[in-house]
C-alpha cells in the first residue's frame, strides 16, 4: 500500500503537533505504522491523501451515525452557513436542539450545550458537587470521561491504549476526590460507599463502555448503582457521550429503564461537528448559573454550525426510527460466527473484538487482551481498506451507510486473519 503522502505529513505534523496527531489513539503508536492522512470521507468510506480507500468503522470515534456527508446534515450546515457562524447570543435552534434532545431522553429535563464531551462531563461533575455539597466521586477503571483532570483516574481510550496509568499534570488534590472501582463489581460499589458515602457528589459511569473496548452492564451492576445512589443521596451520572443516540435513540438509559439524575451527551449529537450537552433533573440544574451559583459558561457554546448539522441529525433519527432495527441487523451480520479465540462485545452498533479468550467485564480482563497480537490484525485490515480504531481499548461503530458488500468483505478479510 502507497503510503508516501501520509508518511510525508506524518513527518512534517511531528515538528508542530506532538505526535503528528490532535488526539493521541489516532498516532496508532500502539499497533505501529504510519496513521493515515485523510483527504476526504463520503457514506462509510475514507480515502487516503494516497489515494487508498477503507471501509470506515471508526466513523469520527461515534458520531457518524448515518455515515459521512449525509444529505440532511450537509444542507442544515449550509444553511447555518448563509445566516453566520457565530454570535456569542441566543438563538431559536438551540432551543429546538434541547427539545429534540429532551423528546428522546425524557430524563434531560433541563441542559446546557457545550463544545465537546469532555466539557459536559467537566460541567456535570461540577453540578453534582455543587448540588450536593460534596467532593468525591465514583468513577470506573477503563471509562475515559474525557480529559476532565479529576477524571484521568485509570481511564481508558488513549490512556489505556498508551499504558499511562495516571496523567502527569493533574494535582493530587484533585485525582484524590476519585474513587476508580472495577466495572461491573457490585461489591466494590458496596464497599466505596459503605466507606464514603456521606462525601461522594456523584457516581459517573459510560452505561455502556467504549472507551477500555465496548463492555456491556450486568443488571445486578446497574441496579446497585440505582439504589446506592438513592440510598446515600449521592447522584448517578450517565455518560452517554458515545452511547447516547447509538446504543438507541433515548441513549443506554433508555435500553437498561434507567433514570440518571444527569446525563452527558457529545458526539451523534453534533452531527459531526463539535458540540456536547449535560444536563438532568430540573432541580438540579438549576443549580448553574445565572439561575444558580454554579458556574459554567463558553464563547462557541450553542455554535450554530454544530447546533444545525445536531438538529437534522436529530431529527433525522425521530423520523426514521427503523434505523436502530437496521442497524442492529447489520452489526449481527458482521459480528455473527466469529473465529474462536477471540471475545467480541456489542452493543447495538458499537463493538469490539477483544484478542482474548476470556469475558471482558471489565478493564482487569480487557487487559487480558493480546495487543500485539491486535495490531497485526489491524495492519492486515488496513492492507485490506478496513479502518477498525488503532487500538484494542476502543469500539468500532457501524453507520446506517454501510451496505452489505462492505460487510462481506469486513467478514471476508477477517476470515483471513485467523
Ligand atoms: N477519545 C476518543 C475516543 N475514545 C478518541 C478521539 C480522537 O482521537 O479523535
Not at 198 to 222: D, H, K, R, S, Y
Not at 257 to 285: H, N, Q
Not at 343 to 371: I, P
Request: net charge neutral; with cysteine.
Amino acid at each position: 500500500m502507497n503510503i508516501v503522502r501520509s508518511e510525508a505529513l506524518l513527518a512534517r505534523g511531528q515538528e508542530l503537533v506532538p505526535g503528528g496527531v490532535n488526539s493521541p489513539v489516532r498516532a496508532f503508536r500502539s499497533v505501529g505504522g504510519t496513521p493515515r492522512f485523510i483527504a476526504k470521507a463520503n457514506g462509510a468510506r475514507l480515502w487516503d491523501v494516497d489515494g487508498n480507500e477503507y471501509i470506515d468503522y471508526i466513523g469520527s470515534w461515534g458520531p457518524m451515525l448515518l455515515g459521512h456527508r449525509h444529505p440532511e446534515i450537509l444542507t442544515a450546515i449550509e444553511d447555518a452557513l448563509a445566516i453566520g457562524t457565530s454570535f456569542g447570543a441566543p438563538t431559536e435552534r438551540e432551543i429546538e436542539l434541547a427539545e429534540e434532545i429532551r423528546d428522546a431522553v425524557p430524563s434531560m429535563e433541563m441542559m446546557r450545550l457545550v463544545n465537546s464531551g469532555t466539557e459536559a462531563t467537566m460541567s456535570a461533575l461540577r453540578v453534582a458537587r455543587g448540588f450536593t455539597g460534596r467532593e468525591l466521586t465514583i468513577k470506573f477503571e477503563g471509562c475515559y470521561h474525557g480529559h476532565v483532570d479529576s477524571l484521568l483516574v485509570k481511564a481508558g481510550s488513549g490512556m489505556a491504549t498508551l499504558g499511562i496509568a495516571d496523567t502527569a499534570g493533574v494535582p493530587k488534590a484533585f485525582a484524590d476526590t476519585t474513587l476508580a472501582l472495577p466495572y461491573n463489581s457490585v461489591e466494590a460499589l458496596e464497599r466505596a460507599f459503605a466507606a464514603h458515602g456521606a462525601n461522594i457528589a456523584a457516581v459517573i459511569l459510560e452505561p455502556v463502555v467504549g472507551n477500555m473496548g465496548c463492555v456491556i452492564p450486568t443488571a445486578a451492576f446497574l441496579q446497585a448503582l440505582v439504589t446506592l445512589t438513592r440510598q446515600h443521596r449521592a447522584l448517578l451520572i450517565f455518560d452517554e457521550v458515545m452511547t447516547g443516540f447509538r446504543v438507541a435513540r433515548g441513549g443506554a438509559q433508555a435500553l437498561f429503564g434507567i433514570v440518571p439524575d444527569l446525563s452527558t451527551f457529545g458526539k451523534v449529537i453534533g452531527g459531526g461537528l463539535p458540540i456536547g450537552a449535560y444536563g438532568g433533573r430540573k432541580e438540579i440544574m438549576q443549580c448553574v448559573a445565572p439561575v444558580g451559583n454554579v458556574y459554567q459558561a463558553g464563547t462557541l457554546s450553542g455554535n450554530p454550525l454544530a447546533v444545525s448539522a445536531g438538529l437534522a441529525m436529530l431529527r433525522h433519527i425521530r423520523m426514521h426510527p427503523e434505523i436502530y432495527a437496521q442497524l442492529e441487523a447489520k452489526a449481527a451480520a458482521l459480528c455473527g460466527e466469529l473465529p474462536a479465540g477471540v471475545t467480541l462485545n456489542r452493543a447495538g452498533s458499537m463493538f469490539t473484538l477483544f484478542f482474548t479468550r476470556q469475558a471482558v467485564t471489565d478493564y482487569e480482563s480487557a487487559k487480558t487482551s493480546d495487543t500485539a497480537r491486535f495490531g497485526k490484525f489491524f495492519h492486515h485490515m488496513l492492507e485490506r481498506g478496513v479502518y477498525f480504531p488503532p487500538s484494542q481499548y476502543e469500539a468500532a461503530f457501524l453507520s446506517t451507510a454501510h451496505t452489505d458488500a462492505d460487510i462481506a468483505h469486513t467478514r471476508k478479510a477477517i476470515a483471513e486473519f485467523f
